[in-house]
């Protein structure tokens, strides 16, 4: 038995942080103004290997910067994964486009290619992906679907979740048209809220930078000549955001660590884990973890870990075409609504030790085998 809360996650901050705000503190430049803004979205572009890349306030306005930024909009559909975070979703409803939802696959959870196939129409304008909780979805698939038409399709990656996450050894963001990444508090590095906007197009990103800043005309002042968003990041927020990138191979090397020791504690067991796929590298933002359970005994499991071993845990999304605002219409999306019934995320932040790990593996086993006598 452990004497404090495990948490879900918990942000580790770099020391340099404290330097660098409290710099961005003694110059006044506190605001959307500051070395540190740019000095971000270059690293970030460095580190991620995308030429271009713009900074702004969270990870739902870069979705609903990017969707803009290729003019999708009212009559539009956009092909996403039902399995994912409501922003994905909602960021395309902002433009005005209709969501086309697809099921994901069993082995991997990414958006499942063949379903997309069968979901093109003549209103297809786009597809989203989304590497959820940090695992790459099959880019190869996506690209040759998207591009080998007379029409090409756009392709959006959602790398909220994959920071840090790799297809055939590229970083993810390289593989669409424009990408997305969040900065959250429990995203792998944070600036507390945050977001990044990346791409290899120069146009793209040039029409994020205006729409980011309330639509601002170069070169004649307070004129802005298109419907623009305030969607900027401040300096203080860049500044932190450059201190996690100093830290973020040692972060991403101990979430593996962390992947790597529940494995060895869940094998030849009756507890499965979100697998990595060969050719891909899965940043494990969320170590998550499903069973041959429904989803009462699910969520009676995740009771138990919270009241009695002092574990927190959170579920797998639910699907997106099962909420209120997008169940206009019957659908069925198989995969996505078991994973959402038998699986939770578990405690995977980077100061987690040895003994914690064992002591939350050990629980969830315990508490699966009681449920099942």
């Given at each position: 038995?452990i004497d404090?809360?495990?948490?879900?996650?918990?942000?580790?901050?770099?020391?340099?942080?404290k330097?660098?705000?409290?710099?961005?503190?003694e110059?006044?430049?506190?605001s959307?103004k500051?070395?540190?803004?740019k000095?971000?979205?270059?690293?970030f572009?460095?580190k991620?290997d995308?030429?271009?890349?713009t900074s702004?306030?969270n990870?739902?306005?870069a979705?609903?910067?990017?969707?803009?930024?290729?003019?999708?909009?009212?009559?539009?559909?956009?092909?996403?994964?039902?399995?994912t975070?409501?922003?994905?979703?909602?960021?395309i409803?902002?433009?005005?486009?209709?969501p086309?939802?697809?099921?994901?696959?069993?082995?991997?959870?990414?958006?499942?290619?063949?379903?997309?196939?069968?979901?093109?129409?003549s209103?297809?304008?786009?597809?989203m992906?989304v590497h959820?909780?940090?695992?790459p979805a099959d880019m190869?698939?996506?690209q040759?679907?998207?591009?080998?038409?007379k029409?090409?399709?756009?392709?959006?990656?959602?790398?909220?979740?994959?920071f840090g996450?790799?297809?055939?050894n590229?970083h993810?963001g390289?593989?669409?048209?424009?990408?997305?990444?969040?900065?959250?508090?429990?995203?792998?590095i944070?600036t507390?809220?945050?977001?990044?906007?990346?791409?290899n197009?120069?146009s793209l990103h040039?029409?994020?930078?205006?729409?980011k800043?309330?639509?601002l005309?170069?070169?004649?002042?307070?004129?802005?000549d298109?419907?623009?968003?305030?969607?900027?990041?401040t300096?203080?927020?860049?500044?932190?955001?450059?201190?996690?990138?100093?830290?973020?191979?040692?972060?991403?090397?101990?979430?593996?660590s962390?992947?790597?020791?529940?494995?060895?504690h869940?094998?030849?067991?009756?507890?499965?884990w979100?697998r990595?796929?060969?050719?891909?590298?899965?940043?494990?933002?969320m170590?998550?973890?499903?069973?041959?359970?429904?989803?009462e005994?699910?969520?009676?499991?995740?009771e138990?870990?919270?009241?009695?071993?002092?574990?927190?845990t959170?579920?797998?999304?639910?699907?997106?075409?099962?909420?209120?605002?997008y169940?206009?219409?019957?659908?069925?999306?198989?995969v996505s609504?078991?994973?959402?019934?038998?699986g939770f995320?578990?405690p995977?932040?980077?100061?987690?030790k040895?003994?914690?790990?064992?002591?939350i593996?050990?629980?969830?086993?315990?508490?699966?085998n009681?449920?099942?006598?």
């Open positions: 038995m404090s809360m495990i948490p879900i996650y918990k942000p580790i901050i770099a020391e340099t942080a330097q660098y705000v409290n710099e961005c503190l110059s006044s430049w506190i959307s500051g070395k540190y803004v000095m971000f979205e270059d690293r572009s460095l991620t995308i030429k271009y890349a702004c306030c990870g739902t306005s979705l609903h910067l990017s969707l803009a930024a290729l003019g999708i909009g009212e009559g539009d559909e956009v092909i996403v994964p039902t399995f975070y409501i922003a994905s979703v909602n960021a409803r902002y433009t005005g486009a209709t086309v939802f697809v099921d994901c696959l069993k082995d991997t959870w990414q958006i499942d290619p063949d379903d997309v196939k069968k979901k093109i129409t209103k297809t304008k786009a597809i992906v959820l909780y940090g695992h190869s698939e996506i040759y679907m998207a591009h080998n038409r029409r090409p399709l756009f392709i959006i990656e959602d790398c909220a979740e994959a996450s790799k297809y055939l590229k993810v390289q593989f669409g048209d424009i990408a997305a990444y969040s900065f959250f508090g429990n995203k792998t944070t507390g809220e945050g977001g990044m906007v990346v791409t197009n120069e040039n029409r994020v930078e205006k729409l800043g309330q639509g005309a170069k070169g004649r002042q307070y004129w802005h298109v419907l623009g968003y305030n969607y900027r990041m300096n203080i927020q860049a500044a932190i955001g450059c201190s996690q990138l100093e830290i973020s191979d040692t972060v991403l090397k101990t979430k593996r962390i992947a790597q020791q529940y494995i060895g869940f094998e030849n067991s009756p507890i499965s979100h990595e796929a060969p050719n891909v590298q899965h940043s494990y933002w170590f998550s973890v499903t069973m041959d359970i429904n989803e005994q699910r969520n009676k499991m995740m138990i870990l919270l009241k009695d071993k002092k574990i927190e959170r579920p797998l999304f639910y699907p997106i075409h099962t909420m209120p605002m169940s206009h219409k019957y659908e069925s999306h198989c609504e078991v994973l959402h019934r038998t995320n578990i995977s932040f980077p100061e987690l040895f003994e914690q790990i064992e002591y593996a050990d629980s969830i086993k315990e508490i699966y009681e449920i099942h006598r």
